[in-house]
Nanobody, 123 residues
Framework: QVQLVESGGGTVQAGDSLRLTCAASGRTFSLYDMGWFRQAPGKEREFVAKITWRTRTDYADSVKGRFTISRDNAKNTVYLQMNSLKPEDTAVYYC?????????????????WGQGTQVTVSS
């Protein structure tokens, strides 16, 4: 397992941008699939975006075209660039990692999680 620490959350207005960062420990970061999930109050944790160890990306329909996931294996870091933010993007955002998730978007298939970072988008 790896240890994950998210940063970059904050309070912004609708239409603004934020970049979330997830720093991972461990020497085998490049072998991990990395995902971003979010959880709004009273709602279940939901898939946002994913980048595999081969740098294939996948996005939830609700963020496609607005969010971009990327990774820097030299820095053991994954990013989530969020543009054109909407109030419905308000949530705690979590970084997650696992080896060999395939096409899965299920939170249960990711074994390591960060503590989360709050993103609040005001209208």
């Amino acid at each position: 397992q790896v240890q994950l620490v998210e940063s970059g959350g904050g309070t912004v207005q609708a239409g603004d941008s934020l970049r979330l960062t997830c720093a991972a420990s461990g020497r085998t970061f490049s072998l991990y699939d990395m995902g971003w999930f979010r959880q709004a109050p009273g709602k279940e944790r939901e898939f946002v975006a994913k980048i595999t160890w081969r740098t294939r990306t996948d996005y939830a329909d609700s963020v496609k075209g607005r969010f971009t996931i990327s990774r820097d294996n030299a820095k053991n870091t994954v990013y989530l660039q969020m543009n054109s933010l909407k109030p419905e993007d308000t949530a705690v955002y979590y970084c997650a990692s696992e080896i060999g998730t395939g096409p899965s978007r299920r939170a249960a298939d990711f074994g390591s999680w960060g503590q989360g970072t709050q993103v609040t988008v005001s209208s």
